[in-house]
């Protein structure tokens, strides 16, 4: 879900920009925010995982990402926005971090390589993928579905 997340709102630049009253390239750093935070998280969550295990890392990860979709969602300027999203990228890398070692400890050895397969190309379709799916929710119902989307996403998983 992290590159998923971080590309979700590229199609609807414009109309934040106009709701926030602010320019368009202001509005491409929230996304260039969140690829920043998600570079630099995962040298966090590792280490905190091996140490504290997996689970309360990801539970910590989709209540937190939860509430920061949530903030999003309701950001009445450019400011609690980019705060709010950098919550989300910061609490959604756990994915990234340690999403290799959950496959690798969940598949026996002959499976491990076709479910590292397929969790590496739902990494790489996040990017294309996000997009495509919320330009028609942006534009058919309002880009800050796009945070309510993302974060029912987080309250279901």
């Given at each position: 879900?992290?590159?998923?997340?971080?590309?979700?709102?590229?199609?609807?630049?414009?109309?934040?920009?106009?709701?926030?009253g602010?320019?368009?390239?202001?509005?491409?750093?929230?996304?260039?925010?969140?690829?920043?935070?998600?570079g630099?998280?995962?040298?966090?969550?590792?280490?905190?995982?091996?140490?504290?295990?997996?689970?309360?890392?990801?539970?910590?990860?989709?209540?937190?990402?939860?509430?920061?979709?949530?903030?999003?969602?309701?950001?009445?300027t450019?400011?609690?926005?980019?705060?709010?999203?950098?919550?989300?990228?910061?609490?959604?890398?756990?994915?990234?971090?340690?999403?290799?070692?959950?496959?690798?400890?969940?598949?026996?050895?002959?499976?491990?390589?076709?479910?590292?397969?397929?969790?590496?190309?739902l990494?790489?379709?996040?990017?294309?993928?996000?997009?495509?799916?919320?330009?028609?929710?942006?534009?058919?119902?309002?880009?800050?579905?796009?945070y309510?989307?993302?974060?029912?996403?987080?309250?279901?998983?």
């Amino acid at each position: 879900m992290s590159t998923f997340t971080a590309a979700a709102i590229i199609p609807a630049y414009e109309t934040i920009a106009e709701d926030l009253g602010t320019s368009l390239q202001r509005i491409t750093y929230l996304t260039s925010l969140q690829i920043a935070i998600l570079g630099v998280a995962p040298l966090l969550w590792k280490p905190f995982s091996n140490t504290y295990g997996r689970r309360p890392v990801f539970l910590l990860s989709l209540i937190c990402s939860l509430v920061g979709n949530i903030g999003c969602a309701k950001s009445p300027t450019y400011a609690t926005m980019a705060l709010c999203r950098a919550i989300v990228a910061f609490f959604i890398s756990p994915a990234a971090a340690i999403g290799s070692a959950v496959v690798t400890e969940t598949f026996f050895k002959q499976d491990r390589a076709r479910y590292m397969g397929v969790w590496t190309l739902l990494v790489t379709l996040g990017v294309p993928l996000s997009p495509f799916v919320f330009g028609f929710v942006a534009n058919d119902v309002g880009y800050r579905w796009i945070y309510w989307i993302l974060a029912m996403v987080s309250a279901e998983t």
